[in-house]
C-alpha cells in the first residue's frame, strides 16, 4: 500500500509551534504532530477522514503541551 492524501502543516496553539503530517492508507487517515524545534514526537492518531485525525492528534498535543513547563534561556 501506498500513501495518499499527504499533508503537511504547521500550526501554532499558544507559543508553541506543532508540524503536522497526515495521510492514509487503506481506509484510515493517520496524522503525527511533533515540536518544530526540537523535532519531538508529541501525538499520534488515526481516524475514518484527515480533518478528524487531524482535530484529535491536536487536541491530543495541546493538551500534552499545556502540561509543559517552559524554562527562559
Not at 507559543?15 to 514526537?41: E, R, T
Not at 488515526?46 to 491530543?60: D, F, G, M, Y
Amino acid at each position: 500500500m501506498k500513501p495518499q492524501h499527504y499533508r503537511e502543516r504547521q500550526v501554532t496553539s499558544g507559543p508553541w509551534q506543532i508540524h503536522l503530517v497526515s495521510y492514509q492508507l487503506g481506509d484510515l487517515f493517520y496524522c503525527k504532530a511533533d515540536n518544530v524545534s526540537p523535532g519531538a514526537n508529541i501525538a499520534r492518531g488515526s481516524a475514518a477522514t484527515q480533518e478528524e485525525a487531524e482535530r484529535i492528534v491536536l487536541n491530543k498535543a495541546e493538551e500534552r503541551l499545556a502540561r509543559t513547563r517552559r524554562q527562559t534561556v
